[in-house]
């Protein structure tokens, strides 16, 4: 076992008080703290307490593969851990956003290596379906909803503009209906959104214009599903789910990919033309991700990949420790009580307070959990 130190990422949209009051340090901090990356993903690896002196976690990997992610794991993705966890803290609306499926990652990757005038969408060949975990109330937009509701509360704006929009909302073609939204003529943003906020019959879009003033996806975002998670619910985000993080903070599983479409709400770069062909226009009538208890105290959500799968482990301190029940590299983080995971390399006993983490290589073998408190554990199927 080893503990891991993860790294803050400090984008604006993030909280300076959530992840800082987790882990006990004094808030708020001196800048947001929107993500802290539990992983290896190279572009800000975690740092692990080795023999040796601190290390980062994908060197450490890249130094025996089989001996750290195991040999089928290390025949199937390479000398990498294929997943990357994350302790999400947003105060504000964070890109609409979709991700490439595996197939079309690698093709799009091999042909913007070959080609260096194409754009640069994306940064790697790899897909990034992820899910979320909410730890406090969380607001999220995550799938299409029915295009007859969304059509109703556009039309109810009555804004003249929109009515192509609303006729192929009714038509049930969202493609159309999102393609008309993204490319909207510059000049005319920002009038439409503020006759949006003017129209006052949507909170959300209110919400979204104060930060986007101008963004088409603030009608956009009227199209998928406004969820709102309490502490534990969970939503899943799979290759071409249009979906933006409002606010909350959450643990957050993925692949690990950074290929990131961008459809709105955001001053980066939008390239429509490249997110309509890796959107999937399909309705998703219930966008939560439903749990199941495989163990007294052990929850799980099945997602359709194999690049990961998550634990929720909850510990009384009544039962005897609890199993992990996954082989394998594993990721383990407390978010609350005070947790024991084995043996760090040295012998000592490696103990997790909330916001704490410690990585197990697949070479400790099976691994248990005891004390009182709750971690969740990132491992491969």
């Not at 992983?39 to 980062?56: E, L, M």
């Not at 290759?239 to 409002?246: D, K, R």
């Not at 966008?287 to 099945?302: F, I, K, N, Y």
Request: with cysteine.
């Amino acid at each position: 076992m080893y503990q891991l130190t993860g790294a803050i990422r400090p984008y604006a949209w993030g909280s300076r008080t959530v992840i800082a009051d987790l882990q006990g340090r004094p808030s708020p901090s001196d800048a947001p703290e929107a993500e802290l990356w539990l992983g290896a993903h190279p572009g800000d690896p975690s740092t692990v307490a080795a023999p040796d002196g601190p290390v980062s976690l994908d060197a450490l990997i890249a130094g025996d593969p089989p001996a750290h992610l195991g040999a089928e794991v290390a025949g199937t993705f390479g000398a990498r851990l294929p997943y990357l966890l994350k302790i999400l803290a947003a105060e504000a609306p964070l890109s609409l956003q979709a991700h490439p499926d595996p197939d079309y990652a690698r093709e799009a990757w091999a042909r913007q290596q070959a080609d260096p005038t194409l754009p640069r969408n994306y940064t790697d060949a790899h897909h990034k379906p992820e899910m979320l975990v909410a730890l406090t109330p969380f607001e999220a937009l995550c799938g299409f909803r029915a295009p007859h509701l969304a059509a109703d509360d556009i039309e109810a704006m009555g804004i003249a503009s929109l009515t192509p929009v609303v006729k192929a909302l009714r038509d049930s073609d969202l493609r159309t209906a999102v393609e008309l939204l993204l490319s909207w003529p510059a000049g005319d943003r920002t009038a439409l959104v503020e006759a949006v906020v003017a129209a006052g019959t949507s909170r959300l879009a209110v919400d979204l214009a104060a930060h986007y003033p101008g963004d088409p996806g603030v009608l956009v975002a009227l199209l998928l599903n406004h969820v709102r998670l309490k502490p534990g619910e969970a939503i899943w985000m799979p290759a071409g789910n249009l979906h933006a993080y409002l606010r909350g903070a959450g643990i957050e599983l993925m692949a690990a990919s950074d290929n990131v479409l961008r459809g709105g709400l955001t001053p980066k770069r939008v390239d429509v033309e490249e997110l309509l062909k890796v959107l999937r226009f399909e309705v998703l009538d219930d966008p939560l991700l439903h749990s199941e208890e495989v163990a007294p105290g052990v929850q799980t959500w099945r997602v359709p990949v194999p690049d990961f799968v998550l634990y929720r482990i909850t510990l009384d301190g009544t039962r005897p420790p609890t199993e992990v029940p996954a082989a394998g590299p594993r990721v383990i983080v407390a978010t609350a009580g005070d947790v024991f995971v084995g043996e760090a390399v040295d012998g000592t006993p490696v103990e997790l307070t909330p916001g704490r983490a410690a990585y197990a290589p697949a070479e400790a073998g099976r691994i248990k959990l005891a004390g009182s408190g709750v971690a969740f554990v990132a491992a491969v199927p």
